[in-house]
């Protein structure tokens, strides 16, 4: 760890946000925040094998959409992950 992340560390009013917006997200689709905290880190780890990314304000949210044509709604997942770096083969 840098100095870098020192300085520029969230706030615990930035934190107290994201873990609020993670706690209403996982409310709307019956999804605990541990499990999206797990599903979070499992698509961290797996891009990770690939690229750098910024682990730190990576956000993932789950919804409910309705299907055209149809009246029930399906959970989808939306994620927003920073990419820092491509890793070149």
Known sequence: MGMKHFFFRKKSRE???DRLKILLISDRVNCSPEMMEMIKN???KV????MKID???MEIQ???KGNKGHDNKTPM???NIPILDLYSK
Not at 47 to 50: A, E, L, N, T
């Open 15 to 17: 934190i107290a946000k």
């Open 42 to 44: 499992d698509i961290a």
């Open 47 to 50: 891009i990770s094998k690939y």
């Open 55 to 57: 682990t730190q304000t």
């Open 62 to 64: 789950i919804s409910k």
């Open 77 to 79: 997942l939306y994620a």
